[in-house]
C-alpha cells in the first residue's frame, strides 16, 4: 500500500466536540449552536471557557437570524464540564488554545486552533456591532461545515 501524502488524507468526524474561547460567551456557544444544529445527532457537542463569562444578548441576536438559539443556557468554564472525554477539542481564542493544549498534553486528543475575532470590543451604531458578530458567526459556520460536515463518516 503506498503512502498518501498527509493533505489527501480525508479527516473522519468526531463523536464528541468540544468548542473553548475566554469566557464561553460568544464564539464558542456559536460554535456549539451551530454545529449541533448541523451534525448528525450522534455527535455530541459542547462549548466552554477558560474563565466564566457573562451571557451576551448580541450571540442569540445573531444566532436568532439562522433560527437556532441557546436557551437559558449560562456560559460555562472547562471545570464546569459533566464530560471530559472529546475526540476533537475547537479552540477559538489563543488563551482557549494553550489552556486546551495544557488540558490534553497527558491524552490523545485533536486540538485545532481556528482563530476568530472577538467582537465584543466593536464599537458604533447597534447595526455596526450585530455585523462584527454576525462575521465571527458566518465564519464559524464556515469552518464547521468544512471540517465537521463535509467529513467522511466512521
Not at 2 to 24: H, Q, S, T, W, Y
Not at 60 to 66: G, Q
Not at 70 to 96: C, G, H, I, N, W
Request: overall charge negative; some cysteine; charged content about 30%.
Amino acid at each position: 500500500m503506498e503512502d498518501l501524502p498527509a493533505a489527501a488524507i480525508k479527516p473522519r468526524r468526531p463523536d464528541a466536540v468540544l468548542f473553548v474561547c475566554g469566557m464561553n460567551a460568544i464564539r464558542s456557544p456559536m460554535a456549539e449552536a451551530i454545529a449541533s444544529a448541523m451534525l448528525p445527532s450522534g455527535v455530541f457537542v459542547a462549548s466552554a471557557g477558560v474563565r466564566k463569562g457573562e451571557r451576551d444578548p448580541f450571540v442569540d441576536a445573531v444566532l436568532e437570524e439562522e433560527g437556532l438559539s441557546l436557551p437559558k443556557r449560562q456560559p460555562r468554564t472547562l471545570e464546569d464540564l459533566d464530560d471530559d472525554y472529546f475526540d476533537l477539542v475547537v479552540t477559538l481564542s489563543p488563551e482557549a488554545h494553550h489552556a486546551a493544549l495544557e488540558l490534553t498534553r497527558s491524552s490523545a486528543v485533536e486540538v485545532e486552533y481556528w482563530p476568530m475575532p472577538d467582537p465584543s470590543g466593536t464599537t458604533g451604531t447597534r447595526n455596526q456591532i450585530l455585523d462584527a458578530y454576525r462575521d465571527v458567526r458566518d465564519r464559524i459556520k464556515e469552518r464547521i461545515v468544512d471540517r465537521l460536515v463535509r467529513v467522511e463518516n466512521r
